[in-house]
């Protein structure tokens, strides 16, 4: 049983997000094309020592009130919102493009008290989160609306999964909801190609643990290292045999991760 909540964030978006278990304080956020529900295997046994509340990021779900325009400054204050609402000292747990978020969500709340990270896209001056002719082809799909192209673009030529991986993908349940998400993509992406953010994390002094696949996207584990070493406190720690969907695919491996950090 779950209990549903609503914040509204600095710029009067609503924000919602469901709770479980009990314990100390726990966030998680999703990453791009999903919602709350793309932490369904994980969940679990994480709420068995924390109070988890899974929030719908901007644009989907319970969170479909938002005011434009849009940034991810705006996603920041989002989640910084969510882990106020849920107490002081809080474990924040986020994926992918959640993750990108919340780094910057701790530079703007005292409420966070740790951070694991798994995956937090971002170019580098060697390896761009998406190039050029896939930046082309998302923007064409998005202005046609053509969601199922721009939604499989993203996850081959981004997400870098094989083409067999996503067809296998469209006979699940998830992926009329992916589809749901996918004009969202767009928006995502561009903010993810921006690096600023590293010039600012010396700022944030709390515990941080970057989690990285050994068989994920090649721009990844450069993306989590310069993280790394703009953060004062952090770490990085491989989930040997893992993509960039773990949470999907060894939830139970992600889960124990997740604890292992908790203290």
Avoid at 54 to 67: F, N, P
Avoid at 109 to 127: F, K, N, W
Avoid at 161 to 174: E, G, H, K, Q
């Amino acid at each position: 049983m779950s209990d549903e909540g609503l914040v509204e964030s600095r710029d009067g978006s609503i924000i919602g997000f469901k709770t479980v278990g009990a314990g100390p304080p726990m966030v998680l956020v999703h990453g791009a094309a999903v919602d709350r529900r793309s932490w369904g295997a994980v969940r679990g046994r994480l709420a068995e020592r924390f109070t988890v509340h899974v929030m719908d990021r901007r644009g989907r779900g319970l969170s479909t009130a938002e005011r434009e325009p849009y940034d991810i400054a705006r996603e920041a204050e989002d989640v910084a919102a969510v882990v106020e609402a849920a107490g002081r000292d809080v474990y924040l747990v986020a994926h992918s493009y959640g993750a990108r978020c919340s780094l910057e969500a701790a530079l703007i709340t005292d409420a966070i008290g740790r951070m694991l990270l798994y995956e937090p896209p971002m170019s580098t001056a060697e390896r761009p989160v998406a190039p050029p002719d896939t930046m082309r082809r998302l923007r064409d799909a998005t202005a046609a609306h053509d969601y199922d192209v721009a939604l499989s673009t993203f996850l081959v030529e981004a997400v870098q999964l094989s083409p067999r991986a996503v067809d296998a993908m469209r006979t699940t349940a998830a992926w009329p909801a992916m589809l749901g998400n996918a004009p969202l993509i767009l928006r995502e992406v561009e903010c993810a190609q921006r690096a600023d953010v590293l010039e600012r994390l010396g700022k944030v002094t709390v515990p941080v643990r970057l989690l990285v696949g050994t068989e994920t996207g090649d721009y990844l584990l450069p993306a989590a290292g310069a993280i790394v070493e703009a953060l004062p406190d952090a770490d990085l720690v491989e989930l040997v045999g893992q993509g960039h969907v773990a949470n999907e695919t060894a939830p139970d491996k992600l889960a124990a991760a997740v604890l292992e950090f908790a203290s």
